[in-house]
C-alpha cells in the first residue's frame, strides 16, 4: 500500500504538468485584444492581423454589430493563426571578453555590443567571456564562458507582445531572466542534448555537459522534460540533474544562499581576499563579479573548493559580488550578492623578474616590472621567508632597479605597489616567491697533481658551490674540446683520475644545479705534464757521465 501511494502521489505530480500543458494547449487557440479608448476593428487588423485576413472576419468572428463602435475595455478574440507572425531578432546589450557568432548563412562574425543576432545564428564564448542577450518580449540571458548557444527560434507576433523564443544550449551554462510571458502563444524554451527547459517567465540556470544537463530555478516555475524519463515541474528554490538512463526528472533542493555579510564593502587594495562561513553540503562555491548590478557581463567567474577567494587585481570602482554553493550534485545553490567598492588608489604593476618561483642564480638581484598608468614613482619590499623584510626602496620613473646589498642563498618573495603625481601610494601588488641559488663559474682548478708526475692517480679539485650542485668536468688535448678525453659529471669538487700521458692538457668545469640548469664553462686552464721517461733517461744519462769521469 505505501509503495502504491508514493507512486500515486508520483503520477499526480506529472499529472499536473500535462494539465499545465493542455490548459496552454487549450488557451493557444485564441489570443485575447483588450480594447483601447480610439480602436477601430481597422486599426486592431492593420497592426496585429496578417495581411491576407480582412477586418470582416474579425468582425463576424466577435459578433460585432457596428464595426464603427468598439467600446474601450471589451476584447476581441484573435485565432492565433491570424496573428502576423514576424522573424525577431536578439540584441548583445552586454559583453566581456571575446565571443564569435556563426551566421545562419554559414558567415562567422566577432560578436560586439549591440550587434543583432537573428534565427540560426550559433554563438561561443571564449572561456573568460560572458555576454547577454535581450530578446523581443524583454527576457535576458546571460551566456558564460566556455559556451556554445544555437538561437534555434526567435519569432515575435505583430504588435501583441508574444514571442516564441527556442534556444538551443549544446555546452556550457546560461543564466535567463525571462518576462513573465503573457498569451497563449508565447514560449521561452531552452532545450540541450539530454533534456528541455520550457517557462512562462522566471529566474532560472541551465547548463548542459556531454552527457547531462541541470537547471536550477529562483524564481516562477519551469517544466523539465526529458525523451524517455518522466518529468516535472521545478519550484523555486529547486533544481534537477538529467542524465541518459535516469527514468525520472526529480526535483532537489538548492543549497542556502552564502552569508556575506562579513565581507567588507570597502576594499584598500585591488584583490581583495573574500572570506564566508561554509554552507553545509557544499562541495564548492562560484564566485562573480559584476561591475553591473543585473550581472549581464562577468568580470569574474570562478569557482572554489574552500569558502574563500582572491579576486584577480581590479580598477578602482564599484562592483558586485555574487557567491553561491555548489552541491556534490553539481547543482549550483541560491545566490547571496553584496555590493563592493575598491579605492581609486594607483593600480600596482605586474612584476617581470625575478618571476615567480624563478631561481636567480647570482647574489646581486635585479628587479623588472612593467609602467603601470598614472604611477610616477614605485615601492618595493623585498622579505627573506624566515626573516622579514631584507631590502625595500622607492624608485622614481624607472621600471627597474638592483639591489644594493647581494642576497646570501635563500628562499624569498617581493612586492611592488605604485605611487601617483601626488605622492599616494597604491595597495602592493601580489607577493612573488623566488630563489636564491648562486650558480658560481669554476674559475680555477688546481692542477698541481697532475704536473707532479710522482703518482698513479691524479686528483684536481675547484671550489665547492651550493649544496646539492654537480660539475662536469672535461680535459682535451685542443682548446675547442672537440674531441675531450675526459667528460664526466661528478657529485663533488673535485675529480681523480689515472695518471695523464705527458704532453699539454686543457681542463674547465661548469657548475650544473639543483633543477639541471648547466652553467657556463669559464675559459680553460692548461696544464703540462713532463715526460717521465724523459726525466728516468736524463738521470741515466748524468750518472753515465759521472761514471766515465
Known amino acids: 500500500m505505501q509503495r502504491r501511494a508514493i507512486r500515486g502521489k508520483g503520477w499526480l ?89 556563426r551566421m545562419a548563412s554559414g558567415r562567422d562574425a566577432p560578436v560586439t555590443p549591440g550587434m543583432s543576432l537573428a534565427s540560426g545564428a550559433r554563438l561561443k564564448t571564449s572561456p573568460e567571456a560572458s555576454l547577454s542577450l535581450q530578446f523581443a518580449d524583454g527576457s535576458r540571458l546571460l551566456l558564460l564562458g566556455d559556451s556554445e548557444l544555437l538561437l534555434d527560434r526567435l519569432t515575435r507576433f505583430g504588435r501583441s507582445g508574444m514571442a516564441d523564443t527556442r534556444l538551443r544550449l549544446q555546452r556550457g551554462r546560461i543564466g535567463n531572466d525571462v518576462r513573465r510571458l503573457n498569451g497563449p502563444a508565447a514560449n521561452f524554451i531552452v532545450d540541450t542534448p539530454t533534456a528541455s527547459s520550457a517557462v512562462r517567465g522566471t529566474k532560472f540556470r541551465v547548463e548542459a555537459g556531454d552527457a547531462r544537463s541541470q537547471t536550477e530555478v529562483l524564481e516562477g516555475r519551469v517544466a523539465v522534460n526529458a525523451p524517455r524519463q518522466r518529468g516535472a515541474v521545478l519550484r ?63 568580470r569574474v567567474d570562478a569557482e572554489s573548493d574552500a569558502p574563500r577567494y582572491a579576486l584577480p587585481a581590479l580598477e578602482a570602482g564599484h562592483y558586485f559580488v555574487r557567491v553561491r554553493a555548489i552541491a556534490a550534485s553539481g547543482l549550483e545553490g541560491r545566490d547571496a550578492v553584496i555590493e563592493l567598492r575598491i579605492d581609486d588608489q594607483p593600480a600596482p604593476p605586474y612584476s617581470i623578474a625575478p618571476a615567480a618561483a624563478s631561481v636567480v642564480r647570482t647574489p646581486e638581484v635585479a628587479l623588472s616590472w612593467t609602467q603601470a598608468p598614472g604611477a610616477t614613482a614605485y615601492e618595493y619590499e623585498v622579505a627573506a621567508d624566515a626573516a622579514g623584510t631584507v631590502a625595500e626602496a622607492r624608485v622614481d620613473g624607472a621600471t627597474n632597479a638592483r639591489l644594493r646589498e647581494p642576497l646570501p642563498p635563500g628562499d624569498y618573495h617581493w612586492r611592488i605597489r605604485s605611487v601617483d603625481g601626488a605622492g599616494k601610494a597604491g595597495p602592493f601588488g601580489d607577493r612573488v616567491a623566488f630563489t636564491v641559488r648562486p650558480l658560481a663559474e669554476v674559475t680555477e682548478i688546481d692542477g698541481s697533481a697532475a704536473t707532479s708526475g710522482n703518482t698513479r692517480e691524479v686528483t684536481f679539485r675547484w671550489p665547492t658551490g651550493q649544496p646539492g650542485q654537480r660539475y662536469r668536468f672535461q680535459m682535451s688535448r685542443t682548446p675547442d674540446f672537440s674531441a675531450p678525453q675526459v667528460d664526466q659529471v661528478v657529485g663533488v669538487a673535485q675529480i681523480t683520475l689515472p695518471r ?50
Do not use: M
Open 13 to 101: 505530480g506529472w499529472g499536473l504538468v500535462l494539465l499545465l500543458l493542455a490548459s496552454w494547449s487549450a488557451q493557444a487557440q485564441e489570443w485575447v485584444y483588450r480594447v483601447r479608448p480610439g480602436d477601430t476593428l481597422w486599426d486592431v487588423t492593420g497592426a496585429y492581423l496578417k495581411p491576407s485576413i480582412p477586418w470582416q472576419r474579425l468582425q463576424e468572428h466577435n459578433g460585432i454589430a457596428n464595426p464603427y463602435q468598439l467600446p474601450p475595455g471589451s476584447t476581441l478574440r484573435i485565432p492565433l493563426q491570424w496573428l502576423d507572425r514576424q522573424p525577431a531578432n536578439a540584441k548583445v546589450v552586454a559583453l566581456q571578453g571575446d565571443a564569435t557568432a
Open 236 to 298: 523555486p528554490g529547486f533544481g534537477a540533474v538529467v542524465a541518459a538512463g535516469q527514468s525520472t526528472v526529480s526535483p532537489v533542493r538548492l543549497l542556502l544562499a552564502p552569508d556575506l555579510s562579513r565581507i567588507a564593502a570597502l576594499s584598500q587594495t585591488a584583490n581583495p581576499e573574500l572570506a564566508w562561513p561554509a554552507v553545509e553540503g557544499a562541495h564548492q562555491y562560484r564566485i562573480q563579479v559584476s561591475a553591473r548590478r543585473a550581472f549581464d557581463s562577468l
Open 500 to 549: 695523464l700521458r705527458s704532453g699539454t692538457w686543457y681542463l674547465r668545469a661548469q657548475t650544473i644545479d639543483l633543477d639541471g640548469f648547466e652553467g657556463p664553462f669559464p675559459a680553460p686552464q692548461v696544464i703540462e705534464v713532463p715526460c717521465r721517461w724523459c726525466r728516468i733517461g736524463a738521470g741515466a744519462g748524468a750518472l753515465l757521465i759521472l761514471l766515465a769521469l
